[in-house]
């Protein structure tokens, strides 16, 4: 079985799905490898891939036409599609309800297509998750162009001209992403704030540091919750006086034993936070923005538009000067004025809109999302040979399987993909009404 690597050629796209560390164990696997000449660009040269066993190729063509299974990273363009041959397996981020007629394209080219981002949250395809390997790298960079662009220090600092306060950071949505952005940022000694639609990402904020917007939050009285101490009386206390100290017990229907106290029942925590608590939650965060240096916005939502999260009166209550990155600019943006792309400004409020952000940091994200194929093709492949020195990998798909259900949106010239195939049916109804 062939796996070919492609030259990525969508602009400011500097990542490749497989480095050389990865082809060497696809090699003693039992595949062969083709790349395309330049596909590493400068970090991974064609001869790191040869002495890694590759097969270096001259172009585009001969990875498509002659390999059986290809790693890319970016959607494939048309004329991509058109080098692809029937019952070759693609794997790449190709966000299929933003692109569906690109699926639709490859579907009718017989391509079986593996979407990055239709990976199932399991622990079980954590070691394939490469949409979260791109997210904590994109968080990182997020924390770094914030403070680059903010005009002040982000930490403390004492100089002999006086004392500067730390910068206040906010940071919506708390995925991995949000995570990363909150740790860079308490390591460069901001004081940092947080918050997430989701319960469960409270604990997960505070300890990276940050302090999670909580309306329900009240301070703490310093008072300890008072338990009665018990004492056995009549009958228990006499057989407790003769050794048998199970009766020093309290009785359970009367008492309850200080560490054994039963979970409260907290349909909203089990649920999410209820609609009043959201609506409490927000006015807070309003009332909290004009005290922010930056605001950093992660809410992304695989195959759709990101939801808004700041909107134009938040950034005019922010203080002049202060930074807002908006990491969702490419799908729509989480602040009302974002431009994708681009850094804009709204009443001395700086708002920039990175895209691709895991392509600024091509060698690690390389690395990262090259391991995540390796361990992906393991899944979808298997070794049929009979004796143990020999190999025979062969494709094993199993949709009984969840990962290769899910991250499968097109197989045997269908979209198997439920939100890819109704874009498609709304892009149809749109053209027939026009």
């Not at 030259?7 to 490898?33: C, M, N, S």
């Not at 949000?178 to 989701?198: C, K, T």
């Amino acid at each position: 079985m062939k796996v070919g690597v492609p030259k990525e050629i969508v602009e400011g796209e500097r990542r490749v799905g497989i480095v050389p560390e990865t082809v060497a164990k696809l090699i003693k696997d039992g595949f062969e490898v083709l790349v395309e000449t330049g596909a590493g660009r400068d970090y991974n040269l064609d001869e790191n891939y040869e002495d890694a066993g590759a097969r270096i190729v001259s172009d585009s063509g001969e990875v498509y036409g002659g390999a059986d299974l290809v790693v890319k990273v970016a959607r494939p363009t048309e004329d991509e599609i058109g080098q692809m041959h029937e019952g070759l397996v693609l794997i790449c981020f190709i966000n299929g309800p933003q692109n569906a007629g690109v699926v639709k394209s490859l579907a009718d080219a017989g391509v079986t297509v593996f979407s990055n981002e239709a990976i199932p949250r399991t622990s079980v395809a954590q070691a394939m998750d490469a949409l979260s390997s791109m997210g904590s790298i994109a968080g990182y960079k997020t924390a770094l162009i914030a403070a680059n662009n903010l005009g002040k220090y982000v930490p403390m600092l004492s100089t002999a001209a006086g004392t500067t306060k730390a910068a206040k950071v906010m940071i919506f949505g708390v995925a991995v992403a949000g995570l990363q952005a909150i740790a860079i940022m308490n390591r460069l000694g901001a004081e940092v704030f947080a918050y997430d639609i989701r319960p469960e990402t409270k604990e997960q904020a505070q300890s990276l540091g940050a302090s999670f917007i909580d309306s329900d939050e009240k301070e703490d009285d310093g008072q300890e919750d008072e338990y009665e101490e018990y004492r056995p009386t009549g009958f228990r206390k006499f057989m407790t006086s003769l050794g048998f100290y199970s009766f020093a017990e309290p009785p359970r229907d009367k008492y309850i034993v200080q560490g054994e106290e039963e979970p409260e029942e907290d349909g909203e925590q089990a649920q999410g936070w209820s609609k009043e608590k959201l609506g409490e939650d927000q006015k807070l965060i309003r009332e909290r923005m004009n005290e922010m240096d930056i605001v950093i916005t992660t809410a992304l939502v695989p195959g759709r538009k990101a939801p808004q999260l700041v909107d134009k009166a938040m950034v005019e209550s922010m203080k002049p000067g202060s930074v807002i990155v908006d990491l969702a600019a490419e799908s729509g943006g989480n602040c009302e004025l974002t431009e994708p792309g681009e850094a804009v400004e709204h009443q001395q409020v700086k708002i920039v809109g990175p895209v691709n952000l895991p392509s600024e940091m091509p060698i690690h994200s390389s690395q990262l999302l090259s391991r995540n194929m390796y361990n992906l093709i393991g899944h979808i492949t298997e070794d049929r040979a009979e004796e143990k020195d020999q190999k025979d990998v062969h494709l094993a798909l199993d949709f009984e399987d969840e990962i290769m259900d899910k991250m499968c949106i097109a197989h045997d010239g269908e979209v198997r993909h439920e939100p890819t195939r109704e874009a498609l049916q709304n892009a149809s109804k749109e053209s027939e009404a026009r």
